[in-house]
Each structure stands twice: as C-alpha cells, then as structure tokens.
C-alpha cells in the first residue's frame, strides 16, 4: 500500500495547480494518554473525492480513502501508528486508538473534490494523573502547634500542583518539563477545622487529595516522620562513619610507610 501512498502524494502537486485550495483554522484537539481520539472531516466521502491524511513536521502518510480506486486504508509503515488508525470510509474521518503522548502534534486531512480542502488538527496528548500524595515534613521545623505537610507527584509533566484552603488558592507550581517530581509545601496548625485539598492538574483533567489533619497530623503519634528521620540520620551516620574509617586507614598507611622509610635510612649499609 506504501506506492499507493507514494503516487498519490505525488499527484498533488498537479491537483493543487488546477484547483483551489481552502484550508479551515486549525483546530486543537486535547486527548489524555490511552484514550482514542477522532479528527472530523465534516465531510461526506462522495465516489471520485480523495482524501490523504498526514501527520507531525515531515508530512508523513497515515491514511487514504479513493473510493473510486476502492482504497480505504491506513499505513502499516508510519512509526508508532502501528494498528491504531482506522478510517470513516463514508466521512474520511480518522481515528487514533490508544493515543501516546509521542503522538502529540500537526494532523492534516486534505480532501480532493472540485477544490482542495485541508483540515488541520493540532493535538495535545496528556498522559494519566495520578492522585497527589499528602506526608508529613520531616525536615521543617514546625512549632508545637503547627504541622508541616509535603504534597507530591512523580513523573509528571506539563501539570500544576496546588494548595487549597476550601476554594481559596493558597500556593501552586507548575512546570512543563517531562517526566519530574513535584513537591508543595503547606503548614497548618492542629486544630484548624479548615478544609484542604491538594490538587494536580493538566489543560483536561485534575486529580485531587483531601487532607485529613487528624490523620496526617498527629500530635502524639509522629512515628512515620520519627521514622524516616530516623532513617535519614542512620544513612548519614554510616556515611560520616564510611568516611572516617577511610580516613583512618589513609593515616595509618602513611605513618607506617613513614616508619619503614625512616627505619631503613637509620640502618647502616653493609659492605
């Protein structure tokens, strides 16, 4: 099917010098991770229209529909699109099953009648979002009083992580780069009766966590933070303690190597 593709594309160029070209605004199109997606051609395929379908900067070929050459098909050789297109033979309208994010970018749909019509499609493709996790703060100092919260996300991108005090927002941070943790800090007192939430969002979806003061803020019950604290100082100490001890064999190599050199220097030479 790939010299199908080939010649078509090569035609065009003739197509577009004997007819008109109308091109619609580009529409954007956002779809999470997983989901299938459908680009609409608001067309009805009649038997001698063409219709190509393109994808990302290099114009790559996706899909055909020549009714009169009886050719309603999706390319096998376009990478990463392997068994996840599918056509609308009666609208030429294409559907991506099982969307990645790698397959964020510029669709076009050029349909071939009396004048040439280019639908383009930007799409945005968002991966899942996880609910935020709400911890104690184990390394800030909070008073008697207060209780130090850490709210976060791993692997993310292109989100915003955010605070909330009921529907006021309080703090946020966003961030756009691929594949990082996040994390937002938060300092209540123990007796606020106050609603919180933590909440990550993306331009489609959002997950929130509800915060639970008594739960996460125990006045007498720190034994997750003791732990991990606990922990952290146990790290540091076999570190500090690693160190030391290499230290001490250094120093020791050198003060016997000292010993032997001045050792053989004070004995005399034998003739």
Same mark, same amino acid.
């Given at each position: 099917?790939?010299?199908?593709?080939?010649?078509?594309?090569?035609?065009?160029?003739?197509?577009?010098?004997?007819?008109?070209?109308?091109?619609?605004?580009?529409?954007?199109?956002?779809?999470?991770?997983?989901?299938?997606?459908?680009?609409?051609?608001?067309?009805?395929?009649?038997?001698?229209?063409?219709?190509?379908?393109?994808?990302?900067?290099?114009? /790559?070929? +996706?899909?055909?529909?020549?009714? @009169?050459?009886?050719? !309603? *098909?999706? #390319?096998?050789?376009?990478?990463?699109?392997?068994?996840?297109?599918?056509?609308?033979?009666?609208?030429?309208?294409?559907?991506?099953?099982?969307?990645?994010?790698?397959?964020?970018?510029?669709?076009?749909?050029?349909?071939?009648?009396?004048?040439?019509?280019?639908?383009?499609?930007?799409?945005?493709?968002?991966?899942?979002?996880?609910?935020?996790?709400?911890?104690?703060?184990?390394?800030?100092?909070?008073?008697?009083?207060?209780?130090?919260?850490?709210?976060?996300?791993?692997?993310?991108?292109?989100?915003?992580?955010?605070?909330?005090?009921?529907? /006021?927002? +309080?703090?946020?941070?966003?961030? @756009?780069?691929?594949? !990082? *943790?996040? #994390?937002?800090?938060?300092?209540?007192?123990?007796?606020?009766?106050?609603?919180?939430?933590?909440?990550?969002?993306?331009?489609?979806?959002?997950?929130?966590?509800?915060?639970?003061?008594?739960?996460?803020?125990?006045?007498?019950?720190?034994?997750?933070?003791?732990?991990?604290?606990?922990?952290?100082?146990?790290?540091?100490?076999?570190?500090?303690?690693?160190?030391?001890?290499?230290?001490?064999?250094?120093?020791?190599?050198?003060?016997?190597?000292?010993?032997?050199?001045?050792?053989?220097?004070?004995?005399?030479?034998?003739?």
């Amino acid at each position: 099917m790939v010299p199908a593709f080939v010649l078509f594309c090569l035609s065009l160029s003739g197509l577009v010098g004997a007819f008109g070209v109308e091109t619609d605004e580009m529409k954007s199109v956002s779809v999470t991770e997983g989901d299938s997606v459908t680009l609409q051609t608001d067309a009805e395929i009649k038997k001698d229209d063409l219709i190509l379908w393109r994808f990302g900067a290099e114009d /790559s070929p +996706l899909a055909e529909v020549n009714r @009169s050459a009886q050719i !309603i *098909s999706a #390319s096998e050789s376009t990478k990463g699109f392997e068994d996840r297109l599918h056509l609308d033979p009666r609208t030429g309208s294409l559907t991506v099953r099982n969307i990645r994010t790698d397959h964020s970018g510029i669709f076009k749909a050029q349909i071939i009648r009396n004048k040439m019509i280019r639908k383009v499609f930007n799409v945005s493709v968002y991966a899942r979002l996880s609910y935020p996790v709400i911890r104690r703060d184990c390394f800030s100092s909070s008073s008697s009083s207060s209780c130090s919260l850490l709210c976060s996300v791993v692997n993310v991108s292109h989100v915003t992580l955010s605070w909330y005090k009921g529907n /006021s927002l +309080l703090s946020s941070i966003s961030v @756009s780069d691929l594949n !990082i *943790s996040l #994390s937002l800090h938060l300092e209540v007192e123990y007796q606020d009766k106050n609603t919180y939430s933590c909440v990550i969002n993306n331009p489609i979806r959002n997950q929130t966590t509800h915060l639970n003061i008594t739960e996460v803020c125990q006045i007498h019950s720190d034994s997750e933070c003791v732990c991990c604290c606990d922990a952290t100082k146990a790290v540091i100490q076999l570190v500090i303690s690693a160190l030391v001890g290499v230290a001490i064999v250094v120093v020791l190599g050198f003060e016997i190597t000292s010993r032997k050199a001045e050792q053989k220097r004070r004995t005399p030479v034998l003739r």
